[in-house]
T-cell receptor, first 116, second 115 residues
Framework: AQKITQTQPGMFVQEKEAVTLDCTYD???????LFWYKQPSSGEMIFLIY??????QNATEGRYSLNFQKARKSANLVISASQLGDSAMYFC?????????????FGTGTRLTVIP | ETGVTQSPTHLIKTRGQQVTLRCSSQ?????VSWYQQALGQGPQFIFQ???????GRGNFPPRFSGLQFPNYSSELNVNALELDDSALYLC??????????????FGAGSRLTVL
């Protein structure tokens, strides 16, 4: 079974500053994938970044980077140069890669507010 | 390419009624999964369809059922609605099953309110 924990219900960041959103996970799968999704008020989940458990380097996608610390079972999202449009809910999720199923396990999310 | 589209966007039902939600997957995607997102929570996996068959299910009772059609679109049916079924129902499509960074593309959801 997989479990995702996001301990920050809400975060504030000044525009143009960087912010880190925390995520810890637990799983018995030897290989797994970690995902971050953004959910604006409109409702759709927007994929941001992916990290495989065997990837040697931390994933980066534009202003998003994933600080993956396998021994600590953490997969924090770093957003650099925050923009007003980054205000949204952010969800960390994971999937075991051995079952062949696509089901993601999500955390409870962090609401990020970017202040002008 | 078109993304995932869901209908209806909002609907209100009463306890005991039945509801059908619809989803058109992203062009080229052959796998569809459904998630329930209660207010203030993360999405929870309901089930997944591949080649028109259910091939994975979360912790949801049998009154939650689904279909996938030859064009890969899908339906979620919920019978005997309960108040706790009030939630945002998200449909997600993907290219294939479970390989590495197999990213799910989500729709904007159908918000169901049960009175």
């Amino acid at each position: 079974a997989q479990k995702i924990t996001q301990t920050q219900p809400g975060m504030f960041v000044q525009e143009k500053e960087a912010v880190t959103l925390d995520c810890t996970y637990d799983t018995s799968d030897p290989s797994y994938g970690l995902f971050w999704y953004k959910q604006p008020s409109s409702g759709e989940m927007i994929f941001l970044i992916y990290q495989g458990s065997y990837d040697q380097q931390n994933a980066t996608e534009g202003r998003y980077s994933l600080n993956f610390q396998k021994a600590r079972k953490s997969a924090n999202l770093v957003i650099s140069a925050s923009q007003l449009g980054d205000s949204a809910m952010y969800f960390c999720a994971m999937r075991g890669l051995q079952t062949g199923a696509n089901n993601l396990f999500f955390g409870t999310g962090t609401r990020l507010t970017v202040i002008p | 390419e078109t993304g995932v589209t869901q209908s209806p966007t909002h609907l209100i039902k009463t306890r005991g009624q039945q509801v059908t939600l619809r989803c058109s997957s992203q062009s080229g995607h052959n796998t569809v999964s459904w998630y329930q997102q209660a207010l203030g929570q993360g999405p929870q996996f309901i089930f997944q369809y591949y080649r028109e068959e259910e091939n994975g299910r979360g912790n949801f009772p049998p009154r939650f059922s689904g279909l996938q059609f030859p064009n890969y679109s899908s339906e979620l049916n919920v019978n005997a609605l309960e108040l706790d079924d009030s939630a945002l129902y998200l449909c997600a499509s993907s290219l294939a099953m479970g390989s590495g960074a197999n990213v799910l593309t989500f729709g904007a959801g159908s918000r169901l309110t049960v009175l």
